[in-house]
C-alpha cells in the first residue's frame, strides 16, 4: 500500500521496502542499507502509494527514525484495509484538512468513515449542478423556475465550496458528513392536481398508501382512474423536462416520486438519473418509471480518458497497486478513449453515462470520442 525506495549517502544501491511491513522486513531492509554503506544518513528515492496524494505528505519523513518508520506503519495497515472508495475519500480527506504530520494523517485515516465521496463532482461547474439538481436552491425565492436556464453553476459550486470546504479529486469531491448540506431533504418530489365529479384536490407524492386513501376517499372514488389528472409538476429540478407529463397513472407517479426520493439519499445518483433520462428520452412517465427501477444498468463515469482507462482495469480485477505499477508503461488514455466507442458512452448536460447491459444505440451523428476528453 505505501512502497519506499531508500538508500544512503554515498551508495547507489537502492533498497525497496513495502508497508505495512512486518519487523523482520524492517531489519532486512536496515542490513541491506548497512551493507550499502554504515555512514551517512538514509534517504527516500522514491516513494509509491495506491493513494495518489499521499507521497506529497510525506516530503519530510524520516526513514532513520523508529517512531516514525512505526507511524507509517500504522498508517499502511488503516489504508491496506480500505476499499477503493474508501481510498478515493481518504485522498479528498488529505487535501480537504491541515495536514502537519504523521498524526495527522493517521487521525485522518480513522477517521475516513466521517467523510463522503459525491462521484464525478470534481470542478465548481459540476458541484454547482450538483448543488443545484440536489435541491439545495431549488425554492428559493431567488431562484424561480424560469431561471434555471441561465444559472451560473461555476459560481454555485464555488461558493458551495468556499463555505462548506472538501476537496475536489479525480474521483470526485469529498467533504466531512456534518459539512455536507447536500443532505436531503424529505420533500414533494412530484404534485398531481386531480379531479372528480365531487372535488379538485392536488396531492404531493410520495405518498403512503393511507394518504393515498384519504385523498381518494375526498374524491369520491373507489380508484384512480375515475379521476382526472389536471396538473403535474415536479420540484426536482430538469425533470419535467425529461419525464412525459401525459396519460399520467397516480400509482406510477406514487412510485416514481418514492424512487427519486431514494436517489436524493444515494450520492450522485439524481445526477446518474437525469444522464439516463436525457438519453433513454421515455416516451411516458411509466417508461421514466422503468428507467428508475433499472438504474444499477447504467453507470456515470469520469470525464477523463486516463481516469476511465483506469476504471476500466479495476473493473475487470486490476487493483490500485497493479494499475500504480504500470503507470508510465500503459496508455490509460489511449484505452479509456477506446473503450469510450466500444461501449457506447453517451454525453449528457449532467455528465458521461454508459448502459452495462448493452451500449447505447450510436447517435445519429457519431460521437467523437476525443471530444469526451
Keep these: ?12 544501491v537502492i533498497v525497496p521496502l513495502r508497508f505495512p511491513a512486518s519487523q523482520s522486513a524492517i531489519t532486512e531492509a536496515s542490513c541491506q542499507l548497512d551493507g550499502a554503506s554504515r555512514e551517512g ?17 510525506l516530503g519530510g519523513f524520516e526513514p532513520d527514525s523508529r517512531t516514525q518508520l512505526a507511524q507509517l506503519n500504522r498508517l499502511a495497515s488503516i489504508i491496506a484495509k480500505m476499499d477503493s472508495r474508501e481510498r478515493n475519500i481518504y485522498a479528498g480527506a488529505l487535501d480537504g484538512n491541515s495536514i502537519n504530520d504523521l498524526n495527522d494523517m493517521i487521525r ?18 459540476t458541484l454547482g449542478r450538483y448543488v443545484a439538481v440536489a435541491g439545495q436552491i431549488q425554492g428559493d425565492p431567488r431562484f424561480p423556475e424560469a431561471a434555471w436556464p441561465y444559472l451560473d453553476f461555476a459560481k454555485i459550486g464555488a461558493e458551495y465550496y468556499a463555505e462548506h470546504g472538501g476537496a ?52 369520491g372514488i373507489d380508484c384512480f382512474a375515475e379521476a382526472a389528472v389536471t396538473k ?5 429540478p430538469y425533470m419535467d423536462e425529461h419525464i412525459p407529463t401525459t396519460g399520467v397513472c397516480v ?30 428520452q421515455p416516451g411516458t412517465m411509466q417508461e421514466a418509471l ?35 505499477t504500470i503507470d508510465g508503461y500503459m496508455d490509460f488514455e489511449k484505452l479509456g478513449e ?12 449532467f455528465g458521461l453515462i454508459r448502459r452495462c447491459s448493452s451500449p447505447f444505440a450510436e447517435e445519429p451523428q457519431a460521437m467523437e470520442m476525443g471530444g469526451l476528453s
Design 290 to 324: 422503468r428507467c428508475a427501477m433499472n438504474l444499477d444498468d447504467y453507470e456515470r463515469i469520469p470525464e477523463d480518458t486516463y481516469e476511465y482507462g483506469q476504471a476500466v482495469l479495476r473493473r475487470i480485477g486490476a487493483d490500485d497497486e497493479l494499475i500504480d
Design 1 to 12: 500500500m505505501i512502497q519506499l525506495f531508500m538508500s544512503r549517502s554515498g551508495s547507489s
Design 232 to 236: 403535474v409538476s415536479f420540484s426536482v
Design 41 to 57: 544518513k538514509t534517504k527516500i528515492v522514491e516513494m509509491k502509494s495506491v493513494i495518489a496524494n499521499l507521497p506529497s505528505y
Design 108 to 125: 485522518v485515516a480513522e477517521q475516513v468513515s466521517d467523510y463522503i465521496l459525491i462521484p464525478n463532482v470534481n470542478s465548481d461547474v
Design 338 to 349: 477506446d473503450t469510450m466507442a466500444e461501449e457506447g458512452v453517451r454525453r449528457t448536460e
Design 168 to 219: 475536489y479529486t479525480y474521483a470526485g469531491y469529498v467533504l466531512r458528513k456534518q459539512d455536507d448540506e447536500l443532505v436531503r431533504e424529505k420533500k414533494s418530489k412530484i404534485q398531481l392536481g386531480l379531479s372528480s365529479s365531487q372535488a379538485q384536490v392536488s396531492i404531493c407524492l410520495p405518498a403512503t398508501k393511507e394518504e393515498l386513501e384519504r385523498v381518494k376517499r375526498t374524491l
Design 251 to 280: 400509482e406510477d407517479a406514487n412510485e416514481l416520486a418514492w424512487a427519486i426520493e431514494g436517489m436524493q439519499c444515494e450520492d450522485g445518483e439524481l445526477l446518474k438519473y437525469l444522464s439516463v433520462l436525457s438519453v433513454e
